[in-house]
């Protein structure tokens, strides 16, 4: 395998594509629709600032998996021997290098947004997320939830840092106009967020018990070694029932709305697609079931995302 690929695997350029689809979809599909809807209100986050808050995110989120490879190479040598990067393919030292970097210059990117934006959120955040990854994956990913937690809470960041940029936090200086308009995105954020958080808090506890066996023969305390499997299955599937429950709940609204198209939607590559995952969970018991199950919630994540596009057409 050539340096290029091998540095596409090493940062999941898959995965930093769908970071980045997240938020150009949460901006074009619900800040700008949004913006349009209340004239007199203004958007801080220009397209030149979101091409700037895209790279930094998916450098910081680089990183990440950089850094993540760089210390469980032990254990993915057992869990996951055939999608081995570091040692294998780049050496340490290149590794370390490479998430040095990256989360350098995603920071200096993220500084200097905060200041075009007089957001200090932004800077501040982000730099904590480089942190946060960095302990991750040193010690609080081998920790019963904590690390799944910080992982759902940085996936959720993804969507909640582009109503961040908008919102200045002192709405007494805003017009009606603005104050409507953060609001509404604010509302919007919350509900992705949320759903990226909990999607996320699942695919997280699923992987988990997808990777014991490596995590056992290093002592790691994951969910599923302290708990046990059946415990940890029951853990995700309360989080599944409590998201589609929500999920039905928001149904409602659109049913009143009549929204037809996002109901059908959302009944059949988000509802239906979990209630399956549900069923597979509870018969689940080897890592290839589980690793069946994680690449299926990945898919819902995708769908979830994808949904954004109905508010450009609905609001």
Not at 108 to 114: D, W
Not at 287 to 298: A, L, N, P
Request: glycine residues 4%; contains cysteine; hydrophobic residues 55%.
């Amino acid at each position: 395998m050539n340096p290029l690929n091998a540095f596409i695997r090493l940062i999941r350029f898959p995965n930093l594509v769908f970071i980045a689809l997240t938020q150009v979809l949460f901006y074009f599909c619900i800040v700008i629709p949004h913006h349009e809807s209340y004239p007199g209100s203004t958007v801080t986050l220009t397209i030149a600032n979101l091409v700037l808050l895209v790279i930094a995110s998916v450098l910081i989120a680089g990183a990440g998996y950089v850094i993540n490879d760089y210390f469980d190479l032990n254990i993915d040598r057992i869990n996951k021997p055939e999608r081995l990067v570091v040692e294998k393919l780049i050496k340490r030292r290149w590794a370390i290098l490479w998430h040095f970097s990256l989360s350098a210059i995603g920071l200096l990117i993220s500084i200097y947004l905060s200041w075009k934006t007089r957001s200090p959120l932004v800077g501040i955040f982000n730099f904590l997320s480089i942190v946060l990854l960095w302990f991750y994956s040193t010690n609080f990913k081998k920790q019963v939830l904590i690390g799944n937690v910080i992982i759902s809470l940085l996936t959720a960041w993804v969507v909640l840092v582009i109503y961040v940029c908008e919102a200045k936090f002192n709405l007494s200086r805003q017009s009606e106009a603005q104050i409507y308009f953060l609001t509404s995105i604010y509302k919007m954020a919350v509900v992705y967020g949320g759903f990226a958080f909990i999607i996320s808090l699942i695919r997280e506890v699923v992987k988990d018990i997808e990777d014991m066996e490596g995590d056992m023969r290093y002592q790691c305390k994951t969910l599923p070694i302290v708990w046990g499997m059946p415990s940890s299955k029951m853990f995700v599937a309360v989080w599944l029932i409590i998201l589609m429950i929500t999920i039905l709940i928001l149904q409602l609204y659109a049913f009143q709305l009549q929204w037809w198209w996002m109901i059908l939607y959302n009944c059949l590559l988000i509802l239906l697609p979990l209630i399956i995952i549900l069923g597979k969970l509870l018969r689940a018991k080897t890592s290839k079931d589980f690793g069946s199950i994680s690449t299926m919630i990945k898919g819902v994540m995708f769908a979830g995302i994808l949904s954004m596009i109905f508010f450009k057409f609905y609001n």
